[in-house]
């Protein structure tokens, strides 16, 4: 049986590589639609789960029969890897036996949707990605955010449907008031995936406009018209999302970029970015104002109620409870939800109030508090609700001071691996991985506002983006000295 599995390993291998491909089409584009509905938890298994769980097998399947799973004790990144997804288990444990402040289902099924997404990582490090695996990674890439782009496009303007809710997928259609999300969990979800994907076509873009401006090919010229059509109609998707952290993460990212490839005329894109934002409306250019007017000047009207009635229900808070009056109205004529004396009287305003209130007044403060119960382990895995808007302080609160620890040394070796490459490198390389290191930044910069590392769809794209990178380029090292 081991002979015969060694004999058709290529052939195995090659079956990987196109399971990963389809998993890079599959999990960002299928829509949030629940598989196997799960009792008492707010979340359900999707069909993505079982389709990355088989990968999952069948990849160390793979390893086993290849002995590439030696490799993998050698390597640094995976162990601490490992030792992130134990601090995490033993956190669990313990608040599951000893603290009692998670439930089993709820615990089990964090922690495992973490080992899921942190997969993404190694399942491309398992395989040889040749030039010709690496071309068709990066073009199934870009054909996933065109298609992306042109679903949003289509629900803000062809009433394509939009699937809401956490993980229990219910059909509606954008109202007037709301944002596109086209495949993905929400706004936010979308914006950040569409941060990451800019910053590389960017990139790409300005490494052929150069071999352009060099060759005079007209081949050149079609990719740098095709480059140009996806990098404007993923900005402006961006754009309509208004989501305020991507596009400030945006601008972080393509700072770095022009940092990284050490062209001072590249500063222009980040200038030229916040100009059009701000010289055409847009709800994104209304929020950045808002934000400015509420969060920074502190400056707005100030709602009273005007009769007995509306200071009772005031007093509830409730977003889903309306209260009925002339005064509390959006731009779009929506009627504000319920609302409390001294909040903004403007929509538009209370949106970005509450926004930043409910941040620093509920959920980063529970964090800090589960954080404090156990300062070493946290209080496990799921234990400050679905959200904490704030990645880093969930993190401290859910696995305690060292999982935070294991954590960011783990970003930080990957960012001192790329860092070291993007040393190395020459031409094209450099390009892509001056790309990879600017949407880190970003990435992590989003992490300060939005637990991206929990959304399935982006964290997943995010790792698996890092793990190419890291096989594409690490298959030269492997071949000279046997690592990983």
Known sequence: MLRFM????????????????????????????????????????????????????????YLFFS???????????????????FVGFVSSFSALFLK????????????????ELLSFLFFPLALKFNKRRFSVFVFTFLLVVLVSNFYAFGQKFLRFPVITGISKGRISYLGVADRVNSTFAGHYDLAVFLM????????FLIFVFGKWFKNRKPVYLAYIFALAFLF??????????????????????????TIFLRKKYLLFFPVLFVLLVFLFPSKLRERLILTFVVNIKKEWRAYQPVNEIQEKRSQLNIP???????????????????????????????AVYRSLEIRTKKEWPRAVRAFLRDPLLGSGYSSIDLATDNDFLRLIGEVGFLGFV???????????KLFVLWKEVKRFDKYYVSAILSLFLAFVFNAILIDVFEATKVASLFWLLIGVTFAYFDIRRESKTGNL
């Open 6 to 61: 060694q004999r058709y390993l290529r052939v195995f291998e090659e079956f990987l590589f196109w399971g990963l491909v389809f998993l890079l089409v599959f999990v960002p584009l299928y829509q949030r639609f629940p598989f196997v509905e799960l009792k008492n938890l707010p979340v359900a298994i999707r069909l993505e789960d079982l389709l990355i769980l088989f990968y999952f097998l069948f990849w160390c399947f």
């Open 67 to 85: 002995n590439r799973w030696k490799l993998f004790l050698k390597n640094k990144l995976f162990l601490l890897a490992l030792f992130f997804l």
């Open 100 to 115: 009692g402040t998670v439930s089993f289902g709820q615990v089990v099924f964090h922690f495992l949707r973490r080992v």
């Open 196 to 203: 990451m994907s800019i910053i590389l076509i960017l990139s």
């Open 232 to 257: 404007c109609f993923s900005l402006y998707v961006l754009v309509i999302t208004a989501a305020r952290l991507s596009f400030a993460a945006l601008f972080v990212g393509v700072f770095a970029l």
């Open 320 to 350: 889903t409870l309306p209260v009925y009056h002339e005064r509390v109205k959006s731009r779009e004529g929506v009627e504000a939800p319920d609302i409390s004396p001294g909040e903004p009287e403007d929509l538009g305003q209370l």
């Open 406 to 416: 294991s954590f960011m040394l783990l970003l930080f070796f990957i960012w001192r």
